[in-house]
């Protein structure tokens, strides 16, 4: 388990980092923007990530699965760096040029998307090059450095993106800005991969084909699941900019950025867990992932407490503050959001298990069918209800992936959650969310007034709650806090 809290220790530092330039990044973007570009942006984003995630065809988590799999053999985990690298740039090339291709389409024209998939096209290449070099280094559990590059890349597309949107370039410039960052950080990660990996004596190494064609295999896989998780985060957007309008779309947009933040810890223990479940797996260690499940699911669910519970009390304070008056009608769709995202925040510490021990087809069935229920609900309800209705549809089809992830796992020898813990866990929801709910209904202060003071006070109920129940030890808790203490007086 120290090994595991030392991966998600890793990238939960390096995530934070990231969304808190993001927290910083958005209100500003907002506005430079106006709403209908906003609106645009939103709609460029998601097609951004859903080409780019095509484009990677799974070779990420399939060289992060397969490198942790050859712990120890070096030779073995750069022929498939090596084999993953050049898959992501035939891949990538392949899909730029179709990218090249649609943006002649009269539909695109109509739009004015074509200037956007110009630099798309560059983008997906550059993209899957850089996160198909940094997976090596999450497969070797050298998270740290992983995360460095990404977080030099975010600041580069921040200062770039604001820059030249401020210059007078708009939405095209922020992905300008995101093109340039990949290309600025290429170099870097190339260099770090020749020094850790020594590339240089693959020329004499054989089994290059075979181990590549692992990757194909399980990656093609593991992008069906891929872009179905992808597409239920997207589709809910597009259709809405499809029923309605760019301004709508940024009303959800707001809506559906920080019901995503909720995520921040079960996707960070997500990162570090198909690594070392596939190490643990290839050892047939059963017990091993037991434990890290046990305990993972556990600091996942309490955060997703403390931070669902804490913004679903003040979601009327926090777009006021953040976005502006003006996002007042993303209220309502942000409350019915947090808890379809609670729920997928508990299958984000599933899934790694199911990846990684040979039950990625079932789990990908699983994605494609709330995928295929969210298009459906989502259709029926937004020319309805419009970003109300998109919020119902997508809070449903999250929760329906973590009942189907539930239903997998129950069937294997893999166990979740010891009672107790579960028990504990939701006496804690109730005895944390009841008076803070309670609090911020009765308490009537300025928007900005409220995000300073109730905070604080909701971290006091959480960690009492906690005590109360027993679901975090005291003694740990006092072992933590003398460390603390001791470190600051030396």
């Not at 990238?11 to 209100?27: A, K, Q, W, Y």
């Not at 030779?75 to 649609?102: E, R």
């Not at 024209?109 to 550059?126: D, E, M, P, R």
């Not at 109300?388 to 959650?417: D, N, P, Q």
Request: charged share 10%.
């Amino acid at each position: 388990m120290s090994e595991l809290r030392k991966s998600i220790s890793a990238i939960l530092s390096g995530r934070m980092v990231v969304r808190l330039s993001g927290v910083i990044f958005t209100p500003i973007l907002v506005r430079i923007l106006t709403k209908s570009q906003f609106g645009t942006y939103g709609v460029i984003l998601s097609l951004f990530t859903v080409v780019t995630i095509v484009a990677q065809v799974g070779l990420p988590s399939a060289i992060r699965k397969h490198v942790a799999g050859f712990t120890g053999q070096n030779s073995k985990q750069s022929i498939l760096l090596l084999g993953g690298a050049g898959l992501a740039l035939l891949y990538g090339l392949g899909v730029g040029i179709i990218v090249l291709f649609i943006m002649n389409l009269p539909w695109v024209h109509s739009q004015g998307y074509g200037k956007y998939l110009i630099v798309l096209a560059v983008a997906v290449t550059l993209r899957n090059l850089f996160d198909s070099f940094r997976a090596g280094f999450y497969g070797r559990q050298q998270e740290a450095v992983a995360e460095k590059l990404d977080i030099a890349r975010r600041m580069v597309y921040i200062v770039s993106a604001l820059g030249l949107s401020v210059l007078g370039f708009g939405v095209l410039g922020v992905f300008i800005g995101y093109t340039l960052a990949y290309f600025v950080m290429i170099p870097a990660v190339v260099y770090l991969v020749h020094k850790e990996f020594e590339l240089t004596s693959l020329t004499e190494q054989t089994g290059l084909s075979e181990l590549s064609g692992q990757l194909i295999r399980y990656g093609a896989l593991q992008a069906v699941g891929g872009i179905a998780a992808l597409m239920l985060y997207k589709t809910d957007i597009l259709l809405i900019n499809y029923f309605r309008s760019s301004t709508e779309t940024a009303a959800y947009q707001a809506a559906l950025f920080p019901a995503e933040l909720i995520w921040f810890v079960p996707a960070a223990i997500q990162g570090a867990m198909l690594q070392n479940v596939a190490r643990h797996w290839s050892s047939r260690d059963i017990d091993a992932i037991n434990a890290d499940l046990d305990s993972s699911m556990k600091y996942a669910v309490l955060s997703l407490i403390l931070f669902g519970v804490g913004l679903l009390g003040l979601s009327k304070e926090f777009l006021t503050v953040y976005f502006g008056p003006e996002y007042s009608t993303s209220v309502l769709p942000l409350q019915i959001l947090i808890i379809g995202t609670f729920f997928y925040g508990v299958n984000r510490v599933i899934v790694p298990v199911l990846q990684a021990t040979g039950r990625l087809r079932y789990n990908e069935t699983v994605t494609v069918s709330a995928l295929a229920l969210n298009v459906i609900l989502n259709v029926l309800l937004i020319p309805r209800f419009g970003i109300t209705g998109a919020a119902i549809g997508t809070g449903v089809s999250y929760t329906s992936v973590v009942v189907g992830s539930l239903i997998i796992l129950h069937t294997t020898e893999f166990r979740l959650l010891q009672r107790e813990t579960a028990i504990q866990l939701g006496a804690t929801l109730l005895i944390f969310a009841v008076p803070y709910l309670t609090l911020t209904t009765w308490i009537n202060l300025s928007p900005l007034i409220s995000l300073i003071v109730i905070p604080p006070i909701g971290a006091v109920l959480f960690s009492s709650a906690c005590l109360v129940t027993g679901v975090v030890d005291i003694e740990f808790v006092k072992n933590r806090a003398y460390k603390l203490v001791s470190l600051g007086s030396t």
